[in-house]
């Protein structure tokens, strides 16, 4: 009794704090497709957060191909393992080498660099696990949530014809890179969507990866 009891009440909660959300920002999102509105919902649900529904823009051809790619059980790669732990119900792969023995050697050999040109080539260890990806035939959608260099990284590569990634969730947090790296992708034809500004992070990029499998689950 006590069980059954508590599992409605989780659900009256749940129901009620949508209907909140939806009451928040219904003006916000009134001229978004169904897909697009399901990702703001549920930002703003993970985050307590309103504001991000101002903060969303999404490129018009990212929901497509990322439901494409989710759909053909593509591989998901992810800057940091809490954004990996969080994405859930997928039947593809999620990835995340950012503590790989390989990405930790790309990035011990970089800072070696002595002569001016060498450290230029200096990668923090979220750039060089995108670059480990690339080395090993990654193919699919790449999560940031939170390293502003992995999705300079991953633009890099993907513009040099070296990352075969078909979308890009870009939401890294922080005051320093973040919002700059965000305009960056912006400005390529990569399928994308970002938050502006500082703001972002896991909750952000998991509920955006979420939504969408959920989307695809719910057609199968």
Known sequence: MFMGASTKQGHEIATKSREIVQSLIKDKVKNLSSQEKDIVERIVHSTADPEYADLIAISSNFIKAILKSLKAKEDILTDINMVKSGITQYDGNVE?????????????????????????????????AIQYAADNDFEGIIAIGNAP??????????????LN????????????????????????????????????????????????????????
């Open 96 to 128: 995340c080498f950012i503590k790989n023995k390989e990405t930790i050697a790309i990035t011990k050999e970089a800072t070696k660099a002595t002569t001016t040109k060498e450290k230029e080539k200096k990668i923090t260890r979220a750039a060089a």
């Open 165 to 220: 990634v078909k979308a890009i969730v870009g939401v890294p947090v922080g005051f320093v890179g973040a919002a700059n790296s965000k305009e960056a992708l912006q400005k390529t034809d990569i399928p994308n969507i970002i938050t502006k500004g500082p703001k972002g992070g896991t909750p952000v990029a998991v509920a955006i990866v979420n939504s969408l499998i959920q989307t695809i689950n719910n057609k199968d």
């Open 149 to 162: 260099t992995a999705l300079y990284k991953a633009i890099e590569l993907k513009e040099k014809g070296e």
